[in-house]
């Protein structure tokens, strides 16, 4: 079955702190990887997207993510975490053949100061 | 920057009434969706819209739902007869095409009473 797994369902950290987000999935086609943040009240932000080629994708606001498919992972990650992160995170997994994304559970990010 | 816009942001309805939900995607986008994020939930995909038509669906979006481009500029989510479990936060996103990302809008929060 098609899933996406973020294991981590809140994480805190310090401003400054390094931060890395995880991401699983199980999809039977060659994925097309997501990560979107939610802000409270607000919509879903595109952060940055994998759909071939560098496994190394840059995204906005200074995150980046590392598609590595022998682990079926697409991690999120911050060298240093700054308040305005703090958010819910969404990992989501979609491929050619389908309109659909799946969306993960969602990681709740808190930074204190 | 272009952007997807949603209305009402907030609705409440009684049971067993009608809603639509509204949504202005992106101009030059070609690809229709609408997701729902029942409260602390996944976001959960429901419908895709291509070319006028759908072009695929959940198990989710049975008979109660339809969708509408009446237009050429709104994209619309009808529920025929509201049930308690339909409230959720309802999100509208485009796409240029189905290889590309999706954006999604702020969000119209669906309350049944």
């Known amino acids: 079955a098609q899933s996406v797994t973020q294991p981590d369902i809140h994480i805190t950290v310090s401003e400054g702190a390094s931060l890395e987000l995880r991401c699983n999935y199980s999809y039977g086609a060659t994925p097309y990887l997501f990560w979107y943040v939610q802000s409270p009240g607000q919509g879903l932000q595109l952060l940055l997207k994998?759909?071939?080629?560098?496994?190394l994708v840059q995204g906005i606001k200074g995150f980046e993510a590392e598609f590595k498919r022998s682990q079926s992972s697409f991690n999120l990650r911050k060298p240093s975490v700054h308040w305005s992160d703090a958010a819910e995170y969404f990992c989501a997994v979609g491929s050619f053949n389908t309109d659909k994304l799946i969306f993960g559970t969602g990681t709740r990010l808190q930074v204190f100061p | 920057e272009p952007e997807v816009t949603q209305t009402p942001s907030h609705q409440v309805t009684q049971m067993g009434q009608e809603v639509i939900l509204r949504c202005v995607p992106i101009s030059n986008h070609l690809y229709f969706y609408w997701y729902r994020q029942i409260l602390g939930q996944k976001v959960e995909f429901l419908v895709s819209f291509y070319n006028n038509e759908i072009s695929e669906k959940s198990e989710i979006f049975d008979d109660q739902f339809s969708v509408e481009r009446p237009d050429g500029s709104n994209f619309t989510l009808k529920i025929r007869s509201t049930k308690l479990e339909d409230s959720a936060m309802y999100f509208c996103a485009s796409s240029a095409d189905q290889s590309t990302e999706a954006f999604f809008g702020q969000g119209t929060r669906l309350t049944v009473v």
């Open positions: 994998y759909f071939s080629g560098d496994t």
